[in-house]
């Protein structure tokens, strides 16, 4: 073990002469110091590599379909309810809940509206469960703790789709960095909860 934590030290960018020469007590307060670090610094990681961003910095620079366009749409399909649905779906792509509904507020009255409403509701709902299920696809190697961690997270952010939609983008091109660095961080508890109980042994 004592040659797995100058390791871990060394890789986390300690100098491996300074390591050397420094007590197995010494070595062991700098490992202690380093994963309680590490440990804490994980919920960072996501941002850090771009995972988290908040709502505007995800839709500035993404191209919109004009709220009219797809309105044309829609009265051109009245009669026809899974062509509506269909429109509202590739809506949802572009704005937010928020914006859809307050459109269709302004657009339209009575059962019309309300018939857009509920669509709409089924439609954000379903997307929502589509990106929450991609993403734990992609988090599936992760350690079962972390897994559920971080699923908890999503699921607290999930009204938020332009976010999830970023996250997503991002997790198929970096999630075996985002899954090293998790498996990563379980070593470090575990290698940090085993020289506690021995550092506790020596007491």
Same mark, same amino acid.
């Given at each position: 073990m004592h040659k797995d934590v100058v390791s871990q030290l060394i890789i986390h960018g300690h100098d491996k002469d300074k390591l050397k020469n420094m007590s197995l007590e010494e070595l062991q307060e700098l490992f202690e110091q380093e994963s309680k670090k590490k440990?804490?610094?994980?919920?960072?990681?996501?941002?850090?590599?771009?995972?988290?961003?908040?709502?505007?910095?995800v839709l500035e620079g993404k191209?919109?379909?004009?709220?009219?366009?797809?309105?044309?749409? +829609?009265?051109s399909s009245k009669d026809e309810a899974m062509k509506? *649905?269909?429109?509202?779906?590739?809506?949802?792509?572009? *704005?937010?809940?928020?914006?859809? =509904?307050?459109? #269709?507020?302004?657009?339209?009255?009575?059962? #019309? #509206?309300?018939? =857009?409403?509920?669509? =709409?509701e089924v439609k954000w709902s379903e997307y929502q469960e589509i990106l929450l299920d991609e993403i734990e696809e992609h988090y599936k190697e992760l350690p079962q703790d972390e =897994?559920?961690?971080?699923?908890?997270?999503?699921?607290?952010?999930?009204?938020?789709?332009?976010?999830l939609e970023f996250i997503l983008k991002n997790l198929k091109k970096n999630s075996k960095h985002l899954i090293y660095m998790a498996h990563l961080?379980?070593? +470090?508890?575990?290698?940090? #909860?085993?020289?506690?109980?021995?550092?506790?042994?020596?007491k």
């Open positions: 440990i804490s610094s994980f919920s960072t990681i996501l941002q850090e590599q771009g995972f988290v961003e908040t709502e505007q910095d191209a919109q379909t004009p709220f009219n366009s797809y309105w044309e749409k +829609i009265l509506i *649905y269909d429109i509202i779906g590739n809506m949802i792509h572009d *704005y937010s809940c928020e914006e859809i =509904l307050d459109f #269709f507020a302004n657009m339209a009255s009575g059962s #019309f #509206f309300r018939s =857009l409403e509920g669509m =709409l =897994l559920k961690t971080q699923m908890e997270y999503y699921e607290s952010i999930r009204d938020q789709v332009p976010r961080k379980k070593k +470090i508890i575990e290698d940090f #909860f085993v020289e506690q109980e021995k550092n506790d042994e020596w």
